[in-house]
């Protein structure tokens, strides 16, 4: 079996992932916020013996923290081909001290996606209670090769709307699959599956009770997604691959 993993962090997983003896392959795309996290993550990956595991290096200006200093480090990595994606970007909305930061949110939100489209490189979406800012910018987010949705916490009548203004765009899902939340479940049964992908957000996105996420509970998730979607584990398998390998252009 090969899995794939659309959205991690390996940093604060701290150690790299142990699979399965039966897995025979295991991709995932890895996402740093800081420039102490990306050289961490560098330093793992490389360390990484494992041939079944490989690893998609993303840097991004969290909303939760929209450091616009972090903008120039980021084009520096994009211009050395040191990382394949831009992310997380985006909009948080989710509480009042997040909201508080909406001004700076908007700058390094405008100029990600600047960079995604000017240099070509997919570019990995967080947003929380700010959806209509992406149809906003559809016209920018159309420019850039993929836009990988994360965690997507829109009805499966936002996703094809995305779809119809022209983006590239992939929706991914985790954890609330396993958790009942309605929309994600509607979009995993709704939605094209060429357009889906599936995560751990390891070690976040925990379910009641869990301390952390790792990320070979992406099993689970694929499990239930196969579920969900009522076709083979294997079909969803091998779609779910291609969907992971046209998103991060591999």
């Known amino acids: 079996m090969l899995f794939t993993d659309a959205h991690m962090h390996l940093v604060q997983c701290g150690a790299l992932p142990r699979v399965a003896e039966d897995v025979s392959g295991y991709y995932a795309c890895t996402c740093a916020h800081d420039r102490d996290e990306f050289v961490r993550q560098k330093e793992m990956i490389l360390s990484c013996s494992d041939e079944r595991l490989h690893f998609i290096s993303a840097f991004g200006i969290h909303p939760q923290n929209p450091l616009e200093e972090n903008l120039s480090f980021l084009e520096g990595l994009i211009r050395a081909g040191e990382i394949q ?24 939100w405008s100029a990600q996606v600047e960079f995604a489209a000017r240099y070509g490189i997919p570019l990995v979406v967080h947003c929380r209670k700010a959806q209509e800012r992406l149809f906003r910018d559809a016209r920018k987010l159309k420019l850039i090769p993929s836009v990988i949705f994360h965690s997507f916490a829109g009805s499966p009548q936002d996703g094809r709307s995305l779809l119809k203004r022209g983006i590239q765009a992939f929706f991914s899902f985790g954890k609330p699959l396993l958790n009942g939340k309605k929309s994600a479940i509607a979009c995993m049964r709704e ?43 294997e079909a969803i398998e091998e779609q779910v691959s291609k969907n992971f390998f046209e998103a991060y252009g591999l």
């Open 85 to 108: 994606a831009i992310g997380e970007a985006g909009f948080d909305l989710f509480t009042p001290d997040f909201a508080a930061e909406i001004a700076a949110q908007e700058t390094v």
């Open 191 to 233: 939605l094209p599956l060429e357009r889906i992908l599936l995560e751990t957000d390891a070690p976040f996105q925990t379910l009641k009770n869990e301390a952390a996420t790792n990320p070979t509970e992406i099993v689970r998730v694929y499990q239930t997604a196969q579920a969900l979607r009522g076709c083979p584990l």
